[in-house]
């Protein structure tokens, strides 16, 4: 996977759509949050999906300001993490985090099967450099949706909260980018943030749900039918033979589940939390996300 992209700009033709980053900041500083809202959250691509609208890129990385505002890799990324959607054990210290959304294309239809690389600091703010403690790959599902289980990262000098994410469509350049928290008080002083790149965060009893949809340079054509469902099914990796669609019994690799399906493991009765297709290491036993004991 190589390191960065190639710079993406937000201009179309002739008429230059990019957004400086200091005029998003300074508005970000009157209102207390990004300038794009929609019910009092940062507006997201899917709301574009029908509208013919050509969504901006998720990020700019030249916004026209000297010097020119990049989000970097920065120098903690580590190439072959496991495949995984969660980052985190019943045991791992931390305010829980599920950040969910989609992967569009220009033309704001979902992109299947592109790979999201994320890493980020652990409560402490400390980034595991040994093993792949926080660090974890998926494939957006078919409807181009993704789903990450972590917790809030913890804060460390000279950067606000944020997490690091690499995307990568098929047979397409890699996105390099970073995920940030509304109203932290370090995203006035961070010289990385950029308040295009805020996730929508609410709070679920003690855990906290993220929502951010990006959006890259793949050419698309339009159509009036593609409505993407629920970001909330955990992605898998493209399967390479169409999956199972025969819930029940014992459970199976490659099987499409859904919500309140019932099977068996190791003699054990477990029923479908949330709508998948079966891979090697999502034994019920192993995702209780996805799997509830009976």
């Known amino acids: 996977m190589p390191a960065s992209e190639e710079p993406v700009t937000g201009t179309d033709g002739p008429t230059d759509r990019r957004i400086s980053r200091k005029t998003v900041l300074r508005a ?83 992109l299947s099967g592109v790979l999201l690389d994320f890493w980020q600091a652990d409560v402490n703010g400390a980034y595991d450099n040994v093993g792949f403690t926080f660090r974890g790959h998926q494939f957006t599902n078919a409807q181009g949706a993704f789903s990450l289980t972590t917790i809030v990262p913890g804060l460390y000098p000279g950067r606000t909260r944020h997490i690091h994410v690499k995307l990568q469509a098929p047979n397409r350049p890699v996105l390099t980018t970073q995920l940030y928290f509304p109203n932290e008080p370090r995203n006035s002083t961070d010289t990385i943030y950029d308040a295009r790149l805020l996730m929508n965060v609410r709070q679920v009893g003690s855990a906290k749900e993220g929502t951010y949809d990006f959006v890259l340079n793949v050419p698309q054509t339009p159509t009036p039918t593609a409505t993407p469902t629920s970001p909330t099914k955990p992605p898998t990796t493209p399967p390479t033979t169409p999956p199972t669609t025969a819930p029940g019994g014992t459970w199976a690799v490659g099987t499409l589940y859904n919500a309140g399906d019932r099977v068996t493991y190791g003699g054990v009765s477990y029923r479908c939390l949330q709508g998948h297709t079966a891979i090697t290491g999502w034994e019920p036993p192993n995702v209780p996300a996805l799997w509830q004991r009976l």
């Open 28 to 110: 970000a500083a009157v209102l207390g949050t990004a300038p794009l809202l929609v019910g009092g959250g940062v507006a997201l691509a899917r709301d574009r999906v029908g509208t013919g609208e050509m969504p901006d890129f998720t990020p700019e990385c030249h916004d026209g300001d000297a010097p020119t505002i990049e989000q970097t890799e920065g120098p903690y990324f580590k190439p072959n993490s496991p495949l995984r959607s969660s980052l985190i054990t019943d045991s791992t210290p931390g305010t829980r985090l599920t950040v969910s959304g989609y992967v569009f294309g220009r033309a704001c239809l979902p």
